[in-house]
């Protein structure tokens, strides 16, 4: 396992400051969260990609009701829309060296498996895979949050590229382990005051992770 950061956490500063600050907390691999449209360009992406250096970036979020939306419309000009904002995002992904996107909307729609297999395949074109929460599409790598670890641990053994946590947990990073998990685990919480408390979170994590037997 490697233990990693979401700049996510890192939300009062702009994301340029907080891709700084990666190496400094000792993440080990990241996911980068751009906040805003100008942030979701390649433009963005060229000029601050150099700050992670030193650590790996493996994920890229957005802001889910910006435009993922859009992407299960019935309405193609619509879905247009969606795909344009997806392909800056993908392109951008490619420029920080990230080969997950995690896809936080899934819209309840009669057609939703298939528009989930088309923005797979729309991912997969640019080297990303498309990484969700829960997934009726086996293109689709998973990423789950650490509350839901006991109900989907056993189902989606092997298919799991992160857990996202807010707080340490031994016993379900022991059954992570046993499963074989060898992901990231994400660090995100908006509870930090200071950058040297995430610091002291991620080297917690880290003597826990280790010393697992």
Known sequence: MKIGISTASLTRLETEDALNLLKEVGAETSEVYLKTFYEYRPEFAKKYAERTAGVEVNFIRVNSQNFEPQL??????????????????LRSAQLFGAKNYVFQCLAKTDDSAERLREIADFC???????????AGCPQLASGIV????????????????????????????????????DGAVLVETSNFKEVEELKKSVEFLKEIIYNIK
């Not at 997969?124 to 829960?134: F, K, Q």
Request: net charge positive.
């Open 72 to 89: 299960f419309s019935k309405s193609r000009r619509v879905r247009g829309d969606g795909f344009y904002w997806l392909d800056q995002i």
């Open 124 to 134: 997969a074109r640019y080297g990303v895979n498309l990484c969700v929460e829960h």
């Open 146 to 181: 650490l509350k839901q670890i006991h109900a989907y641990l056993q189902d989606m053994q092997g298919t799991i590229v992160a857990v996202r946590v807010s707080k340490a947990d031994k016993k379900v990073f022991s059954q992570l382990k046993a499963a074989g998990f």
